[in-house]
């Protein structure tokens, strides 16, 4: 089983709809998550951390669910900014030493 | 905002030649890492540094790869004798201290190396 697993898409996505991305891991002691973004030939970008309880930043939403080892993005609203490649990531433990695992990327295009 | 930086921003070189690629991380952080991602495929972890020693490296970091921070700003990543399959994208990041759950790496914008 992968590491960390994400649907590699593409979705293409009218400007204004709702997308939602998931991804699964499988090491169960890991501790943070985060969702990175990563335009063409660019660095990965920190778009957001997910916590326990879900949170909410603006237009996305993240959630976790460690009983099943899953985590989710919600774009609503989307705009044409919004396309790129968005990148699961998981940290391996020891905490404090945070090595980051990478999905391979679902890639997402907003269509005007 | 401070921002992590790299050089040189894209490297072309024979196969079989060393490079360094340097990489200055934000200033108060504590941790350096370098991550490559080959064209198309996923970003993948290579070593992280603390306390001016190396505290994991990955498979892929083999003898042929170093990494120094020789004067306290700058972290170099060194690639000995260099291979076809060494081309890549290599991202340098930092982090301040990894101590709250919710810290997080910062990347560089990446060094583009091409092994001919």
């Known amino acids: 089983r992968k590491e960390v697993e994400q649907d590699p898409g593409p979705f293409n996505v009218p400007e204004g709809a709702t997308v939602a991305f998931n991804c699964t891991y499988s090491?169960?002691?890991?501790?943070?998550f985060f969702w990175y973004r990563q335009d063409c030939r660019k660095e990965p970008k920190l778009l957001m951390s997910v916590y326990s309880s879900g949170n909410e930043d603006g237009r996305f939403t993240a959630q976790l669910n460690r009983a099943s080892q899953y985590i989710s993005l919600l774009i609503r609203d989307s705009k044409l900014s919004d396309s790129a490649t968005y990148l699961c990531v998981v940290n391996v433990p020891p905490f404090g030493n945070e090595k980051l695992t990478f999905g391979t990327g679902t890639r997402l295009t907003i269509i005007p | 905002e401070p921002e992590v930086t790299q050089t040189p921003s894209h490297q072309v070189t024979q196969m079989g030649q060393e490079v360094i690629l340097r990489c200055v991380p934000i200033s108060n952080h504590l941790y350096f890492y370098w991550y490559r991602q080959i064209l198309g495929q996923k970003v993948e972890f290579l070593v992280s540094?603390?306390?001016?020693?190396?505290?994991?490296k990955s498979e892929i970091f083999d003898d042929q790869f170093s990494v120094e921070r020789p004067d306290g700003s700058n972290f170099t990543l060194k690639i000995r004798s260099t291979k076809l399959e060494d081309s890549a994208m290599y991202f340098c990041?930092?982090?301040?201290?990894?101590?709250?759950?919710?810290?997080?790496?910062?990347f560089g914008p990446g060094t583009r190396l091409t092994v001919l």
């Open positions: 990041a930092s982090l301040a201290s990894g101590t709250a759950s919710t810290d997080t790496q910062y």
């Open positions: 090491n169960s002691a890991s501790q943070s």
């Open positions: 540094f603390y306390n001016n020693e190396i505290s994991e």
